[in-house]
């Protein structure tokens, strides 16, 4: 399985902004549809965007649309998450995760995870 490491979570204010970074640990990165999901205490995790494997195909939870945009890098083989207009309701752990497809919405798609990386957003 691909080795996956978040970074760039952290604590901020609402209406401000973070940038999330996911490194992929394999070559095989540029074959992988790509996704983000986050988990806020006692709440099932939630599918935030992905990306396809081209880059072509991105996709966004509605609670985000507007608000964040995924984008990779495969010569750093890194996916990112910009997040602007964060609200409380922001707040969770975000993973970062592979799958065959980006149109999938449901963690059980994917593949490989990462650590998880906390975004704490304060009102």
């Known amino acids: 399985q691909m080795q996956l490491v978040e970074s760039g979570g952290g604590l901020v204010q609402a209406g401000g902004s973070l940038t999330l970074s996911c490194a992929a640990s394999?070559?095989?990165?540029?074959?992988?549809?790509m996704a983000w999901f986050r988990q806020a205490p006692g709440k099932e995790r939630e599918f935030v965007a992905s990306?396809?494997?081209?880059?072509?195909?991105?996709y966004y939870g509605d609670s985000v649309k507007g608000r964040f945009t995924i984008s990779r890098d495969y010569g750093k083989n890194t996916v990112f998450l910009q997040m602007n207009s964060l609200t409380p309701e922001d707040t969770g752990v975000y993973y970062c995760?592979?799958?065959?497809?980006?149109?999938?919405?449901?963690?059980?798609?994917?593949?490989?995870w990462g650590q998880g990386t906390q975004v704490t957003v304060s009102s």
């Open positions: 990306v396809s494997w081209n880059g072509r195909g991105v």
């Open positions: 995760a592979t799958g065959p497809g980006a149109s999938n919405r449901v963690p059980e798609f994917y593949d490989s």
């Open positions: 394999e070559r095989t990165f540029s074959t992988y549809a």
